[in-house]
């Protein structure tokens, strides 16, 4: 491997090519660099019999030891994106809410979550209502991508979920339901797709208080 070519050829810049194509892959994945630490010290374990003379030790010893440093300027990359990431999520949540908070109808609350979520990465996310019956107040649904406002409602059974037309059958889905409620009990429930399940709650939370407000 490029680190035992590098303690070889007394030349390490084959070994440091290697691990910051392999951090530049892990940040852009968003996966933790801390993992390759890992990767280090099983090379350090075995850098007694792999470098094959002592004269070879000090300088794989070397090139290990930049290799943690250049690991750990990656892990501290990846958290200072965290730590933006989070406050500029922080931020937008706040908006979100704010403005559902300040909805005068339905209308202007699908409007409000057309505008916020595309902006928070979220890309997949319809309301489904139930729709009132004598029998069963939640036998029917209504459902609306708010994403894409433009597309027209689907009205079907709530047991046939997800109804014909609403997904593409050929692609293969994983999706995430929360319950919309309020202080009536439940009035439907969003549907989110799995990649930000920290921020669905909340926004499901608000989603709830607004709707109950516009409809006193």
């Avoid at 194509?21 to 280090?40: I, P, S």
């Avoid at 109808?105 to 729709?131: G, R, V, W």
């Avoid at 439940?186 to 549907?191: A, D, E, I, P």
Wanted: aromatic fraction near 6%; proline fraction near 5%.
């Amino acid at each position: 491997n490029a680190y035992l070519a590098g303690i070889r050829a007394g030349d390490g810049f084959e070994f440091r090519n290697a691990l910051e194509e392999a951090l530049r892959r892990t940040e852009t994945g968003d996966d933790d660099a801390h993992l390759w630490q890992e990767a280090v010290s099983l090379l350090e374990s075995g850098l007694e019999n792999a470098a094959g003379a002592a004269s070879s030790r000090p300088q794989g010893t070397e090139l290990l030891n930049e290799a943690r440093q250049t690991i750990s300027a990656a892990m501290q990359r990846q958290h200072r994106r965290y730590v933006m990431r989070e406050r500029w999520t922080s931020s937008r949540l706040s908006l979100l809410t704010a403005e559902l908070l300040n909805a005068l109808d339905e209308t202007q609350i699908y409007k409000i979550l057309a505008k916020h979520l595309p902006e928070m990465d979220i890309h997949t996310a319809m309301l489904a209502l139930f729709k009132p019956s004598d029998d069963d107040p939640s036998s029917l649904c209504t459902i609306r991508d708010v994403i894409l406002p433009g597309r027209e409602p689907i009205q079907f059974a709530s047991h046939d979920f997800p109804p014909a037309g609403l997904l593409d059958e050929e692609q293969p889905f994983t999706l995430t339901l929360i319950p919309v409620v309020n202080q009536s009990g439940q009035l439907g429930f969003m549907v989110f797709d799995t990649d930000h399940l920290d921020l669905y709650g909340s926004i499901v939370q608000q989603l709830g208080s607004a709707l109950n407000t516009v409809r006193l």
